[in-house]
């Protein structure tokens, strides 16, 4: 009888202990989305997958889940060679289903970032632009929750130093952060990149991340450089006891 009972707690326990993500894609071509936890329990979900336009898919993670990411790739081919660089961008370690532990994909991507059940109760999301751009993106939820996007295609307008990479027809497909396309030219020492001597939220304001401004008047509800919180719009919270649906549109 205890044994029933334990067990019966621990599937309830089970029940409670997952969220509910939904991932459609409303691009009227194939993306492949893709996965990646940065810590903590893992969902049950694959990394990796292909969505035809207009598909979606729901599936469960963690309560708690830390430092997810969702994101789509784009001009994918894993018959040969599967790996990081089987997509034009976005792809990652592991080709069509990517590595657990080091498939966080390929810049420029954009990210759907998700840290549920965090500090204070609250769950954090985010539509990130710190790797760049390669599609637009909608976070929205069933519980009046805010909305974070980058719903524009900031591929045709990107300034030149950032544009690409670029389809067989001469299109971008993607538009690179200051940091990636490495414009000043040290990565490791950057106010671009908030590294080295710039990386504290003091050191690196984003007057001083080149073409900040484009993303962020373009996207002023996604997180756009490193230390971007003060600039409003950059990271979104919910009240973790509502239990948030959330549901991630590429091409809203």
């Not at 810590?39 to 997958?49: D, E, I, K, L, V």
């Not at 420029?108 to 109760?121: I, V």
């Amino acid at each position: 009888m205890k044994l029933t009972l334990i067990s019966s707690l621990a599937l309830a326990s089970g029940v409670l202990a997952q969220r509910t993500i939904t991932v459609y894609n409303a691009c009227p071509f194939t993306i492949w989305p893709a996965m990646f936890t940065g810590s903590g329990t893992h969902p049950a979900y694959t990394t990796g997958w292909q969505a035809a336009s207009f598909t979606a898919v729901t599936f469960q993670v963690p309560s708690n889940w830390n430092a997810g990411r969702i994101w789509g790739r784009r001009n994918c081919d894993f018959s040969t060679n599967p790996g990081p660089n089987s997509c034009l961008d976005g792809g990652c370690n592991g080709g069509l289903v990517c590595d657990p532990s080091t498939g966080t994909g390929v810049p420029p991507a954009t990210l759907a970032e998700f840290t549920l059940d965090g500090s204070g109760g609250l769950d954090y999301y985010d539509v990130s632009l710190v790797d760049g751009y390669n599609l637009p993106v909608r976070i929205t939820n069933n519980v009046g929750c805010g909305v974070a996007d980058c719903p524009v295609d900031l591929g045709p307008n990107c300034p030149a130093p950032l544009k690409g990479p670029y389809d067989s027809t001469g299109f971008p497909v993607g538009c690179k952060s200051a940091c990636e396309a490495n414009l000043d030219g040290n990565p490791s020492n950057s106010p671009n990149c908030c590294t080295g001597q710039y990386d504290t939220a003091a050191t690196c304001p984003s007057s001083g991340v080149q073409y900040y401004s484009y993303f962020k008047s373009n996207c002023p509800n996604s997180y756009c450089y490193a230390y971007d919180e003060p600039n409003g719009g950059a990271i979104w919270t919910c009240n973790s006891a509502l239990n948030a649906v959330y549901t991630i549109t590429f091409c809203p």
